[in-house]
């Protein structure tokens, strides 16, 4: 089984920035793309930004030129940096991890979730 856990959310003021983080662990063999996700009070969940094995990343317009999403293989990390940030970032932002188990299943997986809040 594979875990998802996501950190570094809170209360930021518009134009600040936060970091997070999205640890994976269990029986993981590779992780293919890692993604973030949020959702907004009201809205459905949206990509925010996807990033493949090969370090190839792709960002709803939205964010481009303020969020950029990275990951460490090694030690099974995520993580998506978050500058100028508008009250309309404000949301419940999700981890993804898509790859296979040591046992050569194929997995998704999604983390509990993290609140974000940007305060005008």
């Known amino acids: 089984q594979v875990r998802l856990v996501e950190s570094g959310g809170g209360l930021v003021q518009a134009g600040g920035s936060l970091r ?16 973030w996700y949020r959702q907004a009070p009201g809205k459905q969940r949206e990509l925010v930004a996807l990033i493949s094995s090969g370090d ?5 317009d939205s964010v481009k030129g303020r969020f950029t999403i990275s990951r460490d293989n090694t030690n099974k990390m995520g993580y998506l940096q978050m500058n100028s940030l508008s009250p309309e970032d404000t949301a419940v932002y ?13 997995f998704a997986s999604w983390g509990q979730g993290i609140q974000v809040t940007v305060s005008s």
């Open 94 to 106: 999700y981890c993804n991890a898509q790859g296979s188990t040591r046992d050569y299943h194929p």
């Open 56 to 60: 190839y990343a792709n960002y709803a």
């Open 20 to 35: 997070l983080s999205c640890a994976a662990s269990g029986s993981i063999f590779s992780i293919n793309a890692m993604g």
